[in-house]
């Protein structure tokens, strides 16, 4: 019964080829995003959707497009693919809006995607 | 725009040595601070967060406002708290969480 899952957990590619990474929460929370590590481990959001709704989109290539088929699942497909794109991608979905804030973001274990 | 900074980018103690990991911010609203946990080949979780002002496997961390700190803290370091460490930041309205850089503590027996 995990809450946020992602497949696949690896992905190795060449560069040029268009691919995807789902994304699933079954803990019935209206806000999901998506999230780059890169080598050196930094943190950086990409996008955010709220009940299927695009709210947040950082500077990213146009590449990288979301989709969200409803509000359960977020997927990412990148176009193209180049070297840079080499990091471990993470899921993650929250509840917006609870009494006192403090909402909690839940990880996916993340997708490592080495681009060859 | 909000910032957050962890100057530590490595972090090394002795198992029963206090720990500190330091998170500085920048925001010109009220915010809300997390303190996420990354264990090796695991998900990211949160670890706690200032409103609970709860200590969660002996951490504990305060939010300074004069200082723009939220410092985390532990007064005796185990092996199993070897993981990365990442400080972050809620804006006043939205849902977004900015991150800092991460700290790697390494716990030594």
């Known amino acids: 019964d995990t809450a946020v899952s992602q497949t696949p957990k690896y992905l190795v590619t060449q560069m040029g080829n268009d691919k995807s990474i789902k994304c699933e929460q079954n803990?019935?929370?209206?806000?999901m995003y998506w999230y780059k590590q890169d080598s050196k481990k930094f943190l950086k959001i990409m996008f955010s959707?709220?009940?299927?709704?695009?709210?947040i989109n950082e500077t990213v290539p146009n590449r990288f497009s979301p989709k969200s088929p409803d509000k359960a699942h977020l997927n990412l497909h990148i176009n193209s693919l180049e070297l840079g794109d080499s990091a471990v991608y993470f899921c993650?979905?929250?509840?917006?809006?609870?009494?006192?804030?403090?909402?909690?973001?839940?990880f996916g274990p993340g997708t490592r995607l080495t681009v060859l | 725009a909000q910032r957050v900074t962890q100057p530590e980018k490595l972090l090394s103690v002795f198992k029963g040595a206090p720990v500190e990991l330091k998170c500085n911010y920048s925001?010109?609203?009220?915010?809300?601070l997390f303190w996420y946990v990354q264990y090796s080949r695991q998900r990211l979780q949160l670890l706690l967060r200032?409103?609970s002002r709860e200590s969660i496997k002996g951490f504990t961390a305060d939010l300074n406002k004069g200082e723009t700190s939220f410092h985390l803290k532990k007064p005796f370091a185990q092996e199993e708290d070897s993981a990365m460490y990442y400080c972050?930041?809620?804006?006043?309205?939205?849902?977004?969480?900015?991150f800092g850089e991460g700290t790697q503590l390494t716990v030594n027996p």
């Open positions: 959707y709220n009940n299927k709704e695009l709210i």
């Open positions: 803990l019935g929370h209206d806000t």
């Open positions: 972050a930041l809620r804006e006043t309205s939205g849902s977004r969480l900015t």
């Open positions: 925001y010109s609203g009220s915010p809300e």
């Open positions: 200032h409103i």
């Open positions: 993650a979905s929250s509840q917006d809006g609870l009494a006192g804030g403090g909402n909690e973001q839940f």
